[in-house]
C-alpha cells in the first residue's frame, strides 16, 4: 500500500492511509460533526471545492443506498477519517462504501488523528490542503495546491447547477414520516439551483408544490413569464458575493411580491439582493448538532448546518427582520423582509442528514403562496 498523506497550505503535513480514489485533490478543509448522513454530506453540492474532516471516527460502517443521494453528480472534492471503514452492516445498505468512493472519484484517507486535525482547524480556521494518495508525488501537490485561489471571490454555484430545466417529482421515501400533501400539486415552485440538494425537492413535492428545477443563470423574466406561485432559492459552494448574476435575478424577483423561500447560499443571495452584505467566517458551521433560537418565541431547535459564509447582521436594513439566531456564536441563521413575503435560513430545516426541528420552514413557504393566491 502506498503511503499517502494530507498536505495543508501552510507546509503541514499529515501522514495517512489512502482508501480512494487515486488523485491529488485540492481544497478548503473543513470539519463536520454529524454523528450520522455521511453518504448525505459527502454527496452535498454545497461541499464543491471542500475536503470534509469527519469528527465522527466510524464512516462508512452502514454502507452507501440509493435513496440517500442528495446529488447523483455533486459532492465534496475529498473526505478524512479516522478508522479504515469496517464491513458494512445495514439492511438498507447497496454498495460498497470503498467503491462508492472510487466510483464517485471523491479521495479519500484514514488512519488521521482528525482530533488533532479539527483542533488545528479550530485554532486557524478552514484551511486550504489536498489529499496526496502517493507521498512521492508531494511537491506536485505543492504546486498544484500554491495556485489554489480559495473560495473567497469563487463563484462555484456555476459549477454544480443543473445544465437543463426540468420537473422533479419524487417524494420523500418511506422511511420519512413528513406532512404530506402528495398528489394535490396546487402550487407551481421554481426552484434556482445554485446546488440544490434532493431532499428539498422531495420535501416540496410532499408538501403539493409542482417543482421546476432551474439553472442558475436563468434570468427573472424566464422564471417570472411561467407565472410561478413562489421561487424557491437553493443551497449551493462559493462565495455568494461572486454570483452577481443571481443577486440581480433575486432583486427583480422581490420587486414582484412573490413568495420567496432561500435555505443556505440562497439566503445569503436574498440578503445580498435586499442590501446586506456577507463575509467569510473563521471555519464555518458544519455539523448536525446546531443549537438555534426563534428571537421571536425563544424556542431552540437543533438544526443541521453547512456553511463558510454569512451574513453581517451590522449590514442589515430597515426591512430586514431577524427570526433565527445561532447559539454557538450569535451569527444570523433566519432573515424575513418586511416589504415582500420572502424569508430565509442559514442552515437545512430538509436535514439529511440532521435533526427535522425546523421543517416549519417549509411549512411558512407553503402559508405564503396561498395566501398570495387567496
Known amino acids: 500500500m502506498k503511503s499517502s498523506a494530507i498536505l495543508l497550505a501552510d507546509g503541514t503535513v499529515i501522514p495517512a ?3 480512494g480514489y487515486d488523485s491529488i485533490t485540492i481544497g478548503e478543509i473543513v470539519f463536520n460533526t454529524s454523528m450520522t ?3 448525505e454530506i459527502i454527496t452535498d453540492p454545497s461541499y464543491d471545492k471542500q475536503i470534509v474532516t469527519f469528527t465522527n471516527p466510524h464512516i462508512g460502517n452502514t454502507g452507501v443506498n440509493v435513496d440517500d443521494y442528495e446529488s447523483s453528480y455533486n459532492g ?3 473526505i478524512i477519517i479516522r478508522n479504515h471503514p469496517t464491513k458494512e452492516s445495514s439492511w438498507r445498505n447497496e454498495n460498497n462504501f470503498l467503491e462508492f468512493l472510487k466510483d464517485k472519484t471523491i479521495s479519500a484517507v ?8 479539527t483542533s488545528l482547524l479550530r485554532e486557524k480556521g478552514s484551511i486550504n490542503g489536498c489529499i496526496v494518495p502517493d507521498i512521492k508525488k508531494l511537491d506536485q501537490a505543492k504546486d498544484l495546491l500554491s495556485k489554489f485561489p480559495g473560495l473567497n471571490g469563487l463563484d462555484l454555484a456555476k459549477n454544480v447547477t443543473t445544465k437543463e430545466q426540468y420537473i422533479w417529482n419524487e417524494g420523500t421515501h418511506d422511511l420519512v414520516n413528513v406532512e404530506s400533501s402528495k398528489g394535490q400539486k396546487e402550487l407551481r415552485v421554481f426552484a434556482y ?3 440544490i440538494k434532493k431532499n428539498i425537492l422531495r420535501i416540496l413535492t410532499d408538501l403539493g408544490c409542482d417543482v421546476t428545477v432551474v439553472p442558475a443563470e436563468t434570468t427573472y423574466n424566464e422564471v417570472l413569464k411561467n407565472k410561478p406561485d413562489g421561487v424557491f432559492l437553493s443551497n449551493g459552494p462559493g462565495d455568494p458575493a461572486a454570483c452577481d448574476y443571481a443577486i440581480n435575478n433575486i432583486r427583480n424577483l422581490l420587486s414582484k411580491q412573490i413568495p420567496i423561500f432561500g435555505i443556505c447560499l440562497g439566503f445569503q443571495l436574498m440578503c445580498l439582493a435586499s442590501g446586506a452584505k456577507t463575509y467569510k467566517m473563521k471555519f464555518g458551521h458544519h455539523g448536525a448538532n446546531h443549537p438555534v433560537i426563534d428571537v421571536n418565541t425563544s424556542r431552540v431547535y437543533i438544526t ?8 453581517d447582521k451590522d449590514s442589515l436594513k430597515s426591512i430586514h427582520k431577524i427570526t433565527h439566531k445561532s447559539l454557538f456564536d450569535e451569527s444570523l441563521q433566519g432573515i424575513e423582509l418586511t416589504d415582500t413575503p420572502a424569508y430565509g435560513f442559514q442552515g437545512h430545516p430538509e436535514a439529511s442528514p440532521g435533526p427535522q426541528d425546523i421543517y416549519n ?9 396561498k395566501k398570495k393566491n387567496a
Open 17 to 19: 492511509e489512502s482508501i
Open 37 to 39: 448522513g455521511y453518504q
Open 76 to 78: 465534496c472534492s475529498g
Open 110 to 117: 484514514c488512519s488521521v488523528d482528525t482530533r488533532y486535525l
Open 193 to 195: 439551483d445554485y446546488g
Open 304 to 311: 443541521s448546518q453547512n456553511h463558510g459564509f454569512a451574513v
Open 361 to 369: 420552514l417549509f411549512i411558512k413557504f407553503i402559508d405564503n403562496m
